[in-house]
């Protein structure tokens, strides 16, 4: 388990070597995450992009966050997906370094910074990667913290 951690968080660092400028720094928690969708509050970036705020329903990031690595989907209600209902889910991988791949639906409208952030620091709380919700996950998204009933 300690090696596919390790593997994972190499996979997360190879990733950021390729253009530090694109890896964020979280500012509530020690955490680090590379988006692969621009956030809707990065006005020059969505501008040079033609692309508008109001279409930002989704940002995906890889993280390293807690000793290991993750990838976040981040998604508005609106966007929808596998998942409708507000909060944190969490499901594996079949990928051989079995990942724990994360979703945080919200009931805004947009993702900004701020509010990736604020999933970040959720799952971090509900005790990512090392707590219970995480450790008898399947591949169906299961929701995990406090109100995982």
Not at 41 to 60: A, F, M
Request: aromatic share 12%.
């Amino acid at each position: 388990m300690e090696i596919l951690r390790q593997k994972r968080i190499a996979d997360f660092r190879k990733r950021a070597s390729f253009d530090a400028g694109s890896v964020y720094e979280c500012s509530e928690i020690p955490c680090r995450y590379i988006p692969i969708n621009p956030f809707s509050d990065e006005i020059d970036l969505l501008r040079g992009l033609k692309i508008r705020p109001s279409s930002c329903l989704k940002v995906d990031a890889w993280c390293e966050l807690n000793g290991d690595a993750t990838l976040l989907e981040s998604v508005t209600k609106k966007y929808g997906g596998p998942v409708r209902n507000a909060g944190c889910y969490a499901r594996k991988t079949s990928h051989e370094l079995e990942w724990t791949y994360l979703l945080y639906v919200t009931d805004n409208e947009f993702i900004n910074r701020k509010e990736f952030e604020c999933a970040l620091q959720q799952f971090s709380t509900h005790g990512f990667p090392d707590e219970n919700d995480f450790s008898a996950l399947s591949n169906v998204y299961t929701r995990v913290g406090e109100n995982s009933a």
